[in-house]
């Protein structure tokens, strides 16, 4: 550092030159401000003689600081005198200039009246509120902190802010501000401002007496990749991709919400990611199967799920355990092959995996097509690529947009003819969800050894059966 | 746009820490550059990566211009920084390492801002040694810290750095013809060392701005001839700012020189809070707040008293 004996700086004749070009600069830009000062003073005095003057003089001055070149290096001290307020008019730049914002203390918690309870319980604590200064509406979420961990404030949440502070998409929730206790001398309430969305798509389903029209599907996937398509571009994985972390606003607007579990990740993905992320029944296999290098394609399988809850208004995968999800994505999506899945193998909890020995001719492929009769055939390639046992046989969200599924007819329905729903979040309480919780961190359950093997048995007893067949031959 | 941005210091900020504090310039400088320095060695010996390193520098120093310098023991503040970068981050580090490092760097066996010519300290590891009690009450100090830089910055703990834009960008101009792993090395050179700038270039420039006047001082330090033209101009940087980070880029070494001949407390490793309050009285400063004075006028009362009363003892 400084303390070596040899500057490492260059010569001092190239140091002076440039100082002295500085000072020359700096002092051009002194004469230059005195006299418009001096200008100023000038016409002011003008002014006071010949009022009737006064405009053309304005007119002068406004010339004048066109032709003078504009300071465009950030003033490092603010100017007290008003003459420079007028120096940002100047001609515009031609190179491109970032704006980062600036940084400051967190306001007060104070600035927001509390208006209801939207939620409580193991996600922590969420009111609806109103800023007093605009009377604006926002949804208030408070961050858990535990005050007995050593490891100081949760870094879920850390990361939560700050993910959400990058990001603006119209399909993934606003963060307005974090705002802090009225308390600042120990940082121990600290509350995140988002913007107020009325419903959640888990409340809607569970409501709605007739499921969405196909062109409402559509356009709540298509909003929804959009949303994850925009996360994955800028690197972030979602990893608790479910329909209670989806919110709906009544103009049809479906936004992303909870980046508890979210992160940045590169390309390639680094190693030994935790795999105690999203929701079990959300969970993608490799996960299961003990991964700890994974994609976005986990965010994609999750996709996969939501399709098919939106279509039943039933979660597709309602696993018990780890093991009796996996035996539940085998029977839909049929059993892994070294064809279907090459590498399956070779994670950590594949090995002591018992399959059944495939049966030439047996059912053992997806069942997704019986399972959604009224789905069309491009509706069930998408959903049979999302729900690819396979993460590198999913698309990525940017090509699902594109899917043949969202061109056909019926169209994706215009968001503001979404049907409304009663205002929920308003007043009432939420109906306690039925939702396994997302994991939380410690040990990873090992599945030990099981035995899959009796899991298609019962299919092939089906097809030996003498009963009717819908299917013509 | 993100990941090429940062939020920059607003003119009255910078106003603000010149012209409001009860510290002469040179002494917020000579504490701005040690504690930064004292991040760079922590986190050397907490083998975290310089890119994690460097940002925990550029918090610290948004953290001290929104906050007084004088609430907090200089180096809890920069353990709590680095702590805190580091957890977010992808190469976390426990609170138990942090703590030994900083005890290690602040004892009398370390060679932190030792005078180069003196011999190194003998290493006696009873001084780095932390008892459980010092070692929670640290522990205690930086989450505090945490929470508070957080509030300060509106827990915007996002920090675009200019590194890997400096390697685009010569990439682009072709590494100027010369041997790439010299110049690389030297714009990385000017841009570490523009982070313990107490002109605060992180905070009042663009990161696409740092990478150019590194690069532009790289090549005049290695006589390599640049494009004729104003090629500063296609990275969008203007001739004046360009300027402006060349000189202050190129002056940090002089600079720190000449601040450690000035200040005698920086050959005795890192300043502390006493050393600073020392410094303001050998100069008939007074450093301290409302309450501090109180307690001065309290015991200027009392002494008077006091005499008063041996006066009239003696008298009777």
Known sequence: MASKGKSRWADDEDDAALEAQKKRGKEEKKRLKTEKARKLEEEKKAREVEAARASQAQREREDEDATRPPTKRRRLSPDRENTTATNTTGRSSELLRFEGGAFGRCRSVENYDKLNDIEEGAYGWVARAQEQSTGKVVALKRLKIDPKDRGGLPVTGLREIQILKDCDHRNVVKLQEVVVGEDTSKIENIFLVLEFVEHDLKSILEDMPEPFLASEVKTLLLQLASGVSYLHDNWILHRDLKTSNLLLNNRGQLKIADFGMARYVGDPPPPKLTQLVVTLWYRAPELLLGATRYSQAIDMWSIGCIFGELLTREPLLQGKNEVDELQQIFELCGLPTEETWPSFRRLPNARALRLPAKVPGAATGSAVRARFPLLTGAGVSLLNSLLALDPDKRPAAREMLAHEYFRQDPKPKVEAMFPTFPSKAGQERRRKRQTPLAPVRGQAVELGSVDFSGLFTGRDKEERGGGFSLRMV | ?316
């Not at chain 2, 490092?101 to 066996?109: E, Q």
């Not at chain 2, 982070?195 to 990478?211: D, E, I, K, R, V």
């Open chain 2, 1 to 316: 746009m993100a990941h090429m941005t940062n939020p920059l210091a607003t003119p009255d900020q910078l106003y603000r820490r010149h012209s409001f504090s009860a510290l002469p310039t040179e002494l917020q400088d000579a504490i701005f550059f040690s504690a930064q320095c004292l991040t760079q060695a922590a986190g050397i010996l907490l083998q975290l990566p310089q890119s994690a390193t460097a940002q925990a520098n550029v918090i610290l120093a948004r953290y001290w211009l929104v906050e007084p310098l004088m609430t907090y023991e200089f180096s809890d503040v920069s353990a709590a920084a680095i702590y805190l970068i580091a957890k977010v981050g992808p190469s976390p580090r426990s609170p138990r390492d942090v703590s030994n490092v900083y005890a290690y760097l602040l004892s009398t066996s370390s060679s932190f801002f030792r005078s180069p010519s003196s011999p190194p300290p003998a290493n006696d590891p009873s001084s780095y040694y932390l008892s459980d009690t010092a070692y929670q009450a640290f522990h205690t100090r930086v989450l505090a810290i945490e929470a508070r830089i957080l509030y300060a910055i509106n827990f915007d703990t996002h920090v675009a750095l200019p590194h890997p834009l400096a390697i685009t960008y010569l990439q682009a101009l072709e590494f100027l013809n010369t041997r790439k792993e010299k110049i690389s090395r030297r714009v990385v050179e000017y841009l570490n060392t523009a982070l313990l700038s107490p002109q605060m270039l992180y905070l009042t420039s663009q990161p696409n701005s740092l990478a150019v006047a590194a690069i532009y001082n790289a090549a005049k330090d290695l006589g390599t001839k640049m494009p004729e033209c104003e090629w500063w101009e296609v990275f969008d940087v203007d001739r004046e700012e360009l300027g402006f980070l060349v000189v202050g880029m190129r002056s940090v070494d002089g600079w720190a020189r000449k601040m450690r001949e000035d200040v005698p407390k920086m050959k005795e490793g890192m300043v502390t809070r006493k050393d600073i309050e020392g410094e303001m009285e050998n100069r008939g400063l007074h450093v301290g707040n409302g309450h501090e004075e109180e307690l001065d006028a309290e015991a200027e009362l009392a002494r008077r008293m006091d005499e008063k009363v041996a006066e009239m003892e003696t008298g009777v």
